[in-house]
């Protein structure tokens, strides 16, 4: 079954938010860690509800890593979930059939 044009857009309008909400706390000298501690979890829950299913759960501990892991807040786990969801693993849906 395939997700409507617009939810996809959704969710990657909100993925793109939500990466620059976890690259904001890179850009904060000295309380950045901090806030990084609390989105992290954050992040990981919103990526689970995103994303259902054992890809959504991996994406949310890869995504939990990603946001507490110093340094690492530059990388947009949110789009690329998306990419892999919507673009990469649908050609290898198509191509299976």
Not at 26 to 42: E, K, N, Q, S, V
Not at 57 to 66: C, D, L, N, P, Q
Request: no cysteine; aromatic share 12%; proline share 5%.
């Amino acid at each position: 079954m395939s997700m409507p044009a617009n939810q996809k857009k959704k969710h990657l309008i909100l993925g793109i938010v939500l990466d620059l909400v976890g690259m904001a706390s890179f850009f904060i000298p000295g309380i950045g860690m901090f806030l990084d501690i609390i989105w992290a979890p954050i992040a990981a829950w919103f990526m689970t509800r995103m994303y259902k299913g054992q890809a959504g759960k991996t994406a949310g501990v890869v995504t939990f890593i990603e946001e507490i892991l110093p340094g690492m807040d530059v990388v947009p786990t949110f789009t690329l979930m998306w990419i892999y969801t919507y673009v990469i693993r649908k050609q290898k849906t198509v191509e299976a059939l």
